[in-house]
Nanobody, 115 residues
Framework: QVQLVESGGGSVQPGGSLRLSCAASGSASSRGVLSWHRQAPGKQRELVAVISSGGTTNYADPVKGRFTISRDNAKNTVYLQMNSLKPEDTAIYYC?????????WGQGTQVTVSS
């Protein structure tokens, strides 16, 4: 089994930055696809960014140019650098691991953007 532990959430003013981390342990493979998702109150969970084992990235339109996903395969860790944060970025952020038939979600970390 794969376990994911997120960290780095918190409260920030509009225009500020946060960096989320997600460490994978257990039977996690460095060839897994890692992604960040978020869920705002009353809304469905949505994909924010995804990164392949080779480093190919894709972003949801609302975060393009502001968020950067990266990974350290040696540490089995994925990061989400969030800049120019907006109130609409407020949500619980989850990381996800996917490799073949194996998948796992983190417990989530709260990000609040408010003045």
């Amino acid at each position: 089994q794969v376990q994911l532990v997120e960290s780095g959430g918190g409260s920030v003013q509009p225009g500020g930055s946060l960096r989320l981390s997600c460490a994978a342990s257990g039977s996690a493979s460095s060839r897994g696809v890692l992604s960040w998702h978020r869920q705002a109150p009353g809304k469905q969970r949505e994909l924010v960014a995804v990164i392949s084992s080779g480093g190919t990235t894709n972003y949801a339109d609302p975060v393009k140019g502001r968020f950067t996903i990266s990974r350290d395969n040696a540490k089995n860790t994925v990061y989400l650098q969030m800049n120019s944060l907006k109130p609409e970025d407020t949500a619980i952020y989850y990381c996800k691991y996917l490799y073949g038939l194996s998948s796992a979600w983190g417990q989530g970390t709260q990000v609040t953007v408010s003045s």
